[in-house]
């Protein structure tokens, strides 16, 4: 099963800046996703990370706030854009191999906190 | 779009009692998958199913996939402390597509 890593692993930022976070997988996978978790609740798509082309954004989420870069099937990055108290959550990343039977795997997560 | 419902939303159990949860889907599933995770953690895949009215067994966990494939289930047989955490399914209708995740069940056994 792919190995993901994520980091940072938390942080603690002022409102009004930007925080990048980046995901990196230690295999080739053709599907990335990036998700927002609040504590104790469900995880909620934000967006999925397409290589070389715009990510797709799902209701509610928009590259402005978030933006997305893809430039390997191994690598991406969400952005966490003009930062509020609202932004604080736990942002996922997640990877899976294009397939039928192919699971999703999980970062540790990014434990984002905005003052 | 789907929606995907996941009930209870908690659940309390005695040590050595049994757990379930369930997952419903508005749209035929092709397959379905089952993580779990722990306080503090990020979800961890269990199983994946993907025939019409399979079960699949873990240990003292058992899981079904609906004749419709629009449903399933999560059993664990005489839970143990070490089993506790949140349980999430997630559906997905088209092979390639993305799966939508149930709101999870959030598990606590008391020893």
């Known amino acids: 099963s792919a190995v993901i890593s994520q980091k940072p692993s938390r942080d603690i930022c002022q409102r009004g800046t930007s925080l990048t976070i980046q995901c990196q997988v230690d295999s080739q996978v053709t599907m990335m996703f990036w998700y927002r978790q609040q504590p104790g609740q469900s995880l909620t798509l934000i967006a999925t990370?397409?290589?070389?082309?715009?990510?797709?954004?799902e209701s509610g989420f928009v590259i402005d706030k978030f933006p997305i870069s893809r430039p390997n099937l191994t690598f991406s990055t969400l952005t966490v854009s003009n930062m509020s108290p609202e932004d604080s959550s736990i942002y996922l990343c997640s990877a899976r191999t294009y397939g039928s039977n192919q699971p999703q795997h999980f970062g540790d997560g990014t434990r984002l906190s905005i003052l | 779009g789907q929606q995907v419902m996941q009930i209870p939303q908690y659940q309390h159990v005695q040590e050595g009692e049994d757990f379930t949860t369930y997952c419903n889907s508005s749209?035929?599933?092709?397959?379905i998958q089952w993580y779990k995770q722990r306080p503090g953690g990020h979800p961890v895949f269990l199983i994946q199913?993907?025939?019409?009215?399979e079960v699949k067994k873990q240990k003292r966990l058992t899981f079904q996939f609906g004749e419709a494939k629009k449903n399933s289930s999560l059993h664990i047989t005489a839970t143990q402390t070490t089993d506790v955490g949140t349980y999430f399914c997630?559906?997905?209708?088209?092979?390639?597509?993305?799966?939508?995740f149930g709101d999870g069940t959030t598990l606590t056994v008391k020893p």
């Open positions: 997630a559906g997905r209708n088209t092979n390639a597509g993305k799966s939508t």
């Open positions: 990370a397409n290589q070389g082309s715009e990510a797709t954004y």
């Open positions: 749209t035929t599933l092709s397959n």
């Open positions: 199913l993907v025939k019409s009215g």
